[in-house]
């Protein structure tokens, strides 16, 4: 049994359709790179399997662990395993690291570490991930760099464990040696706990340090082609217009011609606007 099953999803944000028909099976220990251009719909897949109320789910299934997924809130996900690194890091002011950090385990593992066990853990982490000595005492997020709320979210990745990690563009805003750190770390839980990871990214870069088993294009809310790593090499190689040559999966999905040029033409454009740096999406 695969640890997590999409089926057919569909999901809409206001009204507008946004995931048209994502079918995926994930097993443990599998990474999943979903690579898209920004607007595919990346972040919005990951945000319906961590139960976000953004986005509503029309129709499909999400089977996580043989379990139903779909009618269970946030927390009782987490709980069953499911993690999500988010794009955009919240600040929340008033609330300090040590103590988020600490309730979170508490409630998703049901460990009761002692303060100073907890700090022992949490700085040693923190260290690892370079993130500042005072880190703890800190309101979450508050006065982080970019890159600091991102290796936050490893973190706290390490310190949940969780089965299933949704990585949404966990390198964007990173240098490259932010990139390798934060990486690391990924693959040190992932290795430890034989963990499954869906990574979604516009850039390849970080396919380097987290290696993918399978590599998804999506466009436009549904993933189009599906294959190994080369795949990422290939689009970095030719853009996504590599995609005009109309891949089998397109084909099944029904997906029709002139609907899948619009989206190519769309894609160009945002191409073109898009400012040629790391980071944003
Ligand atoms: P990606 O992560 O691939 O860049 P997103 O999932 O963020 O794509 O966005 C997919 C589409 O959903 C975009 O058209 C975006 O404008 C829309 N969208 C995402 N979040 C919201 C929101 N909170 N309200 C309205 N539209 C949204
Ligand atoms: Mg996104």
């Known amino acids: 049994m695969a640890l997590l099953e ?36 990346k972040s919005t897949l990951g945000n319906v399997l961590a ?6 789910v029309t129709t499909g299934q999400l089977l996580f662990k043989g379990e139903e997924l779909l009618s269970l809130s946030p927390d009782e996900r987490a ?47 923190a260290a ?3 993130l500042p000595a005072d880190f703890e005492d800190r309101d979450v997020n508050r006065g982080l760099s970019g890159g600091e709320k991102k290796r936050s979210e490893v973190l706290q990745l390490n ?34 706990n034989n963990g499954a990871v869906i990574l979604m990214t ?11 088993d399978f590599v998804h294009v999506m466009l436009d809310g549904r993933i189009v082609k599906s294959g190994g790593p080369e795949l990422a090499s290939e689009i970095e190689a030719e853009g996504y217009e590599a995609l ?3 891949s089998p999966r ?16 769309k894609l160009n454009k945002e191409k073109a606007d898009r400012v040629p740096s790391v980071g944003g999406g």
């Open 159 to 192: 310190l949940l464990r969780p089965s299933l990690a949704l990585l949404d563009e966990i390198d964007s805003g990173l240098d490259v040696d932010s990139v390798k750190t934060a990486s690391a770390e990924v693959n040190r839980w992932q290795r430890e």
């Open 128 to 130: 690892d991930l370079h």
């Open 6 to 41: 999409i089926k057919d999803l569909h999901a809409s944000i206001g009204g507008k359709s946004i995931l048209k028909g994502i079918t995926l099976s994930v097993n443990a220990g599998e990474v999943h790179a979903i690579m898209g251009p920004n607007g595919s719909g």
């Open 51 to 56: 139960g976000s109320p953004v986005a509503v």
């Open 250 to 265: 397109v084909e099944e999905k029904g997906v029709g011609k002139d609907e899948f040029y619009t989206s190519l033409i």
């Open 79 to 125: 709980r069953k395993g499911v993690f999500i690194a988010f794009q955009h890091p919240i600040e929340i002011q008033g609330l300090k690291f040590h103590t988020f950090l600490k309730r979170a385990v508490e409630a998703v593992r049901g460990e009761k570490p002692t303060v100073l066990e907890f700090r022992k853990t949490v700085a040693s982490r």
């Open 244 to 246: 005009a040559k109309l």
């Open 202 to 212: 516009h850039y390849k870069r970080v396919l380097e340090f987290i290696e993918p």
